[in-house]
C-alpha cells in the first residue's frame, strides 16, 4: 500500500494577499498535501484572539484555498476542525513579512495561529522573514520552512510546545547557519502621536518605529543580526515556577 502523504494546514496573518502564502504552500506540497485557510484581510498584531460575537463567513477561492474573515487564530480552529475535520498532520502558520522576535511573538497573529493549533494537540510553527523591506527572501524562509515540517512530521514536539521560526532576509547561500534559541528582549517605543481628522476629530496611531532588539547571547534576536536562522521552542503555559514559593508566602488574608 503507498503511504498517505502528510495533511498540512497553512493559515497566517497577512491574508490572502500576503505575499509569503503561496511560497509557502508551494514548498510545503513537496511535504504532503496543503490546505490554505487564512483571513479575508490582513490581520499583523491579532495575536491569539479568537471571534466571538460576530458570524464568521468563509468563502472558498479555489480547491485548497478558503478565506474567512475571522482573525489567524480563527483560521487555524476552522480549518483543523471544519475544513480539515480533525485530518490535520502538521499546521504551519506564515510566511510572515517582518521579524516575530522576543515580544513580538505576544503580539503577532503569525505565532497565535500556531499556538491554537498546538492547543487543539497538532504539532505547529510559526515562519517569518525578518525584514519588512520589499520582495524579501520568501524562498530562502519557504525552504527551510518545508525543512522544519519534514522533521515536525518525523519527530514529534513536547506537548504544548510550538517553534517559532525567523529567517534572516538573504538568499538560501547567504544564511549563516541555524541557531536553537531562546526568545530575546525587543523594546517599543512609547511615543503615541496625536494627530487631527477633516472633522477635528483627534486620533492617535499605535504603530511606530522598529522596535529596538537586544542581542544577548543564545537570543532569536542575536541569530538573526549573525545572519543565521533562528528556531526557538514557545510554550503555551507560561507559569512563573521560580517564583511560585515566595508568592505563597505573602499574607492574603
Known amino acids: 500500500m503507498p503511504k498517505t502523504k502528510p495533511q498540512i494546514l497553512v493559515v497566517n496573518d497577512d491574508g490572502v494577499y500576503g505575499e509569503g502564502l503561496r511560497p509557502l504552500a508551494k514548498a510545503l506540497s513537496a511535504v504532503g498535501n496543503v490546505t490554505m485557510v487564512v483571513p479575508e484581510r490582513e490581520r499583523s498584531a491579532a495575536s491569539h484572539a479568537i471571534t466571538l460575537h460576530k458570524p464568521i463567513r468563509v468563502r472558498r477561492l479555489e480547491k485548497n484555498l478558503l478565506i474567512m474573515n475571522g482573525t489567524p487564530a480563527d483560521c487555524a480552529r476552522f480549518g483543523v476542525i471544519s475544513v480539515m475535520k480533525e485530518r490535520v498532520d502538521l499546521v504551519v502558520s506564515g510566511i510572515n513579512h517582518g521579524a516575530n522576535l522576543g515580544a513580538d511573538t505576544m503580539y503577532s497573529g503569525t505565532v497565535g495561529a500556531a499556538k491554537e493549533a498546538c492547543m487543539l494537540g497538532l504539532p505547529a510553527f510559526a515562519v517569518s522573514v525578518a525584514s519588512k523591506e520589499e520582495n524579501p527572501h520568501f524562498s530562502t524562509a519557504a525552504r527551510f520552512a518545508a525543512r522544519v515540517a519534514r522533521r515536525l512530521l518525523e519527530r514529534p514536539l513536547p506537548a504544548n510546545t ?28 512609547r511615543a503615541l502621536a496625536p494627530r487631527v ?57
Not at 529567517?167 to 530575546?184: F, K, Q
Request: aromatic content about 10%; glycine content about 10%; proline content about 9%.
Open 197 to 253: 481628522d477633516p472633522r477635528g476629530q483627534t486620533y492617535f496611531w499605535m504603530a511606530g518605529a522598529v522596535p529596538r532588539g537586544v542581542p544577548e547571547p543564545g537570543s532569536d534576536i542575536e541569530a538573526i543580526q549573525d545572519g543565521k536562522i533562528s528556531v526557538t521552542p514557545v510554550r503555551l503555559y507560561e507559569t512563573d515556577a521560580s517564583f511560585l514559593p515566595a508568592l505563597r508566602h505573602w499574607p492574603w488574608s
Open 162 to 189: 510550538c517553534l517559532n521560526v525567523n529567517v534572516p532576509n538573504r538568499s538560501w547561500a547567504r544564511c549563516r547557519g541555524v541557531a536553537v534559541t531562546t526568545l530575546g528582549r525587543r523594546i517599543y517605543g
